[in-house]
């Protein structure tokens, strides 16, 4: 079966750091694109950022250029999202989702993870 | 990048016809066809319904549909089933090299 777990979500303050992993298993990882989206309570889907399947070529919003770092193991068939200098709107549940085999995050996502909240609070 | 310009709200009778709207510009929907959608019901992860504009994957009943002409997409909902009543997302490529989404649409069955 192919799933997409993801882990370490929780309550940060304004400022500090979290990293994200994502779990993958059923499919061949390191073939395929991954990216990560968010969404804010209540609100829509945000696309945060990307990785080619090699790791070779990442991709971000601009909302989270500079501050937040995608990166991929593939040997562990894990995704991480390093997030740096949280700010309040970074609030959201963070999902991870698988997308096709080129180098660009142009395919769409067809394998969704359940979530993790990141909360960023005083 | 500015989000795909979706109505907020769609409403219909089980058995009717929707269709959901999903209007972009130049540099995304209408430059693409790596247009997609995405179901999602309320404290769920979102699920893919329509991929590269019209493709259905596999699972996905044929009562949904997608379509584009210049720089609006559409998700058409035929058949309606009070299961269909969820939150829609478009999504699209863009020449930023980015995604973008659309606000999001609430259906609700009658």
């Known amino acids: 079966e192919v799933q997409l777990v993801e882990s370490g979500g929780g309550l940060v303050q304004p400022g500090g750091s979290l990293r994200l992993s994502c779990a993958a298993s059923?499919?061949?990882?390191?073939?395929?694109?991954m990216s990560w989206v968010r969404q804010a309570p209540g609100k829509g889907l945000e696309w945060v950022s990307a990785?080619?399947?090699?790791?070779?070529?990442?991709y971000y919003a601009d909302s989270v250029k500079g501050r937040f770092t995608i990166s991929r193991d593939n040997s562990k068939n894990t995704l991480y999202l390093q997030m740096n200098s949280l700010r309040a709107e970074d609030t959201a549940v963070y999902y991870c989702?698988?997308?096709?085999?080129?180098?660009?995050?142009?395919?769409?996502?067809?394998?969704w993870g359940q979530g993790t909240m990141v909360t960023v609070s005083s | 990048q500015s989000a795909l310009t979706q109505p907020a709200s769609v409403s219909g009778s089980p058995g009717q016809s929707i269709t959901i709207s999903c209007t972009g510009t130049?540099?995304?929907?209408?430059?693409?066809?790596?247009v997609s959608w995405y179901q999602q019901h309320p404290g769920k992860a979102p699920k893919l319904m329509i991929y590269?504009?019209?493709n259905r994957p596999s699972g996905v009943s044929n009562r949904f549909s997608g379509s584009k002409s210049g720089n609006t997409a559409s998700l058409t909902i035929s058949g309606l089933q009070a299961e269909d009543e969820a939150d829609y997302y478009c999504?699209?490529?863009?020449?930023?090299?980015?995604?973008?989404f659309g606000g999001g649409t609430k259906l609700t069955v009658l």
């Open positions: 059923g499919f061949t990882f390191s073939s395929y694109a």
């Open positions: 590269d504009v019209s």
């Open positions: 989702a698988k997308q096709g085999v080129g180098e660009l995050p142009e395919d769409a996502f067809d394998i």
């Open positions: 990785i080619s399947g090699s790791g070779g070529s990442t």
């Open positions: 999504s699209s490529y863009t020449s930023s090299i980015s995604v973008v």
């Open positions: 130049s540099s995304d929907v209408g430059g693409y066809n790596y």
